[in-house]
Nanobody, 122 residues
Framework: VQLQASGGGLVQAGGSLRLSCGAS????????MGWFRQVPGKEREFVGC????????YYAGPVEGRFTISRDNAKNTVYLQMNSLKPEDTAVYYC????????????????WGQGTLVTVSS
């Protein structure tokens, strides 16, 4: 599956942004989808993930309660709604897909999008 993330940009602290990740290729509904982020010079960090049927979601502590992942299998798209953004949320955000169940381990995702930059100003 090929992934294309979009929706990044510049936003003030406290604001909101919604990222999208469109998928093409094999059956999107068969993939667990994850979101990760990376700041230059630091390791890629897990943000959250959603199961194939949207029954289960899992979030990293720093974003829980502020970020929400959803998916529309009919549109082959997964979303990351980010609210109450903080300057420390500034990063390149990546979507990823895997055929197995939900996990926060980046190395277990087989497919990655190109990333979209989110900048939160103070």
């Amino acid at each position: 599956v090929q992934l294309q993330a979009s929706g990044g940009g510049l936003v003030q602290a406290g604001g909101s942004l919604r990222l999208s990740c469109g998928a093409s290729g094999r059956t999107f509904s068969g993939y667990t989808m994850g979101w990760f982020r990376q700041v230059p010079g630091k390791e890629r960090e897990f943000v959250g993930c959603i199961s194939r049927s949207s029954v289960s979601t899992y979030y990293a502590g720093p974003v829980e309660g502020r970020f929400t992942i959803s998916r529309d299998n009919a549109k082959n798209t997964v979303y990351l709604q980010m609210n109450s953004l903080k300057p420390e949320d500034t990063a390149v955000y990546y979507c990823a897909a895997r055929l197995g169940g939900i996990t926060y381990y980046s190395h277990q995702y087989e497919n990655w999008g190109q990333g979209t930059l989110v900048t939160v100003s103070s």
